[in-house]
């Protein structure tokens, strides 16, 4: 069984920085693509970054020059500078595995203050 144990969420004044930290265990040949989606009461949750096996990456528009993900072996980690107010949010760590499977982080929750 896969788990995925993040950390590194909290209170920042905006304009501040958090790092955001995932390690995956568990049974795991490979991993495909990592990433950190986030979600709000009441929305949808939404992609704020994915990294590819080969490293390649994207961004959500609203996140781009601001966080920046990167993986090394099984963690991921999502570093996000110049917090805004509109980053609050339940932040969770996601991979795929092979075949077609997702494994989902149980979500930490990030706080920007104005």
């Known amino acids: 069984q896969v788990q995925l144990v993040e950390s590194g969420g909290g209170l920042v004044q905006a304009g501040g920085s958090l790092r955001l930290s995932c390690a995956a265990s568990g049974s795991i040949f490979s991993i495909n693509d990592m990433g950190w989606y986030r979600q709000v009461p009441g929305k949808e949750r939404e992609l704020v970054a994915r990294?590819?096996?080969?490293?390649a990456r994207n961004y959500a528009d609203s996140v781009q020059g601001r966080f920046t993900i990167s993986r090394v072996g099984r963690t991921v980690d999502l570093l996000m500078k110049n917090l805004k107010p509109e980053d609050t949010a339940v932040y969770y760590c996601?991979?795929?595995?092979?075949?077609?499977?997702?494994?989902w982080g149980q979500g930490t929750p990030v706080t920007v203050s104005s």
């Open positions: 996601w991979i795929a595995v092979p075949t077609n499977v997702e494994v």
């Open positions: 990294i590819s096996s080969n490293g």
